[in-house]
């Protein structure tokens, strides 16, 4: 597993606020890690969601972290991008005003954000 880069801060809205990270990965064990050594931070631990998603030799991956739907967007991402073996998960910290489905468009503009700034 490489080392796991943050994009804090990516996106704000009605008070939520989002950030995303990733790294390259190689099998489950490496998401496990991956997601172990984000959650090490408390900010991150505390998080609302965790959403995250990845493209496997053996698979597709993905988990939601109860923002239905959006593991699903993730892997949407990753396969237009054509980008495989990369861990991306989307951290929102909830504020307080439901998105409706802006919350769909800001989980994929984070992951967008990841994959150019990479």
């Not at 790294?23 to 505390?46: E, G, M, N």
């Not at 307080?96 to 992951?111: E, S, T």
Request: proline share 1%; net charge positive; glycine share 12%.
């Amino acid at each position: 597993m490489a080392d796991l880069r943050i994009i804090d801060g990516v996106i704000s809205d009605r008070g939520s606020k989002y950030a995303v990270s990733g790294c390259q990965v190689t099998s489950r064990a490496d998401v496990d890690a991956a997601l172990k050594q984000l959650k090490r931070t408390k900010k991150f631990a505390k998080a609302t969601h965790n959403s995250w998603a990845v493209l496997l030799p053996d698979g597709a991956l993905k988990a939601d972290d109860g923002e239905s739907g959006a593991g699903n967007v993730l892997l949407a991402v990753l396969e237009g991008a054509d980008l495989r073996g990369h861990l991306i998960i989307v951290t929102r910290w909830y504020g307080g005003k439901h998105l409706g489905g802006d919350r769909f468009r800001h989980v994929r503009d984070a992951a967008k954000a990841w994959i150019d700034g990479s």
